[in-house]
């Protein structure tokens, strides 16, 4: 299947509150009083997810120490993709160490919401969750030889956390498509 880019959800967009449960159905939604939100969609067996894991793992542990709320939520069907069931996501946030909740949106509705396209695909918010970045975390691609620093997400967090405006240059994200549920397509396609 080719590279899918992200829809670019317009900025100024108010975060979608959210309801999901962990791979211990433990329910987390957004958190309340941080200073920037980051809401990315992923998954465990998409080759670009699994190029840049370690940095969203490193994402986590440098933003999540600065009062940035970071949940990363797995929309892919599971009953064609059994790679991606909580049971599995349980594994691979332990093993690349992610520290902020990776959920499960079984009915898919949250990625809608969010007019998620491919994994991985990024949002970041500002304090009053209003949207000011949405696309890559960086240049990198499997098929390239760019780094794999989150420099364009790191640069809107850092931008947020120190009162500037965060860049209007912004770039889609580009990976998989988000393994919709038979009948269950989006229509923003």
Not at 55 to 67: D, I, P, S, T
Not at 110 to 134: G, I, N, Q, S
Not at 141 to 151: K, Q, T
Request: with cysteine; charged share 25%.
């Amino acid at each position: 299947m080719p590279a899918v880019e992200s829809q670019m959800l317009p900025i100024g967009t108010k975060a979608l509150e959210f309801s999901l449960p962990d791979s211990d159905g433990n329910l987390h939604s957004l958190a309340d009083g941080a200073d920037a939100y980051v809401v990315m969609f992923i998954c465990n067996h998409c080759p670009f997810v699994m190029h840049v894991r370690e940095e969203l793992a490193r994402l986590g542990r440098a933003y999540g120490r600065r009062n940035v709320a970071i949940y990363a939520i797995n929309s892919n069907d599971i009953e064609r993709y059994p790679d991606d069931s909580p049971s599995k996501m349980k594994q691979e946030a332990a093993k690349w160490g992610y520290s902020f909740p990776y959920l499960f949106d079984a009915d898919q509705s949250v990625a809608k919401a969010y007019m998620a396209a491919c994994t991985p695909d990024v949002f970041v918010f500002d304090a009053e969750r209003l949207l000011v970045y949405r696309g890559q975390l960086d240049d990198s691609r499997p098929s390239n030889s760019e780094p794999v620093d989150g420099r364009d997400v790191r640069a809107a967090l850092d931008a947020i956390l120190s009162g500037e405006e965060v860049s209007s240059r912004q770039k889609p994200s580009i990976g998989c498509s988000i393994k919709w549920k038979p009948g269950n397509e989006p229509d923003y396609f």
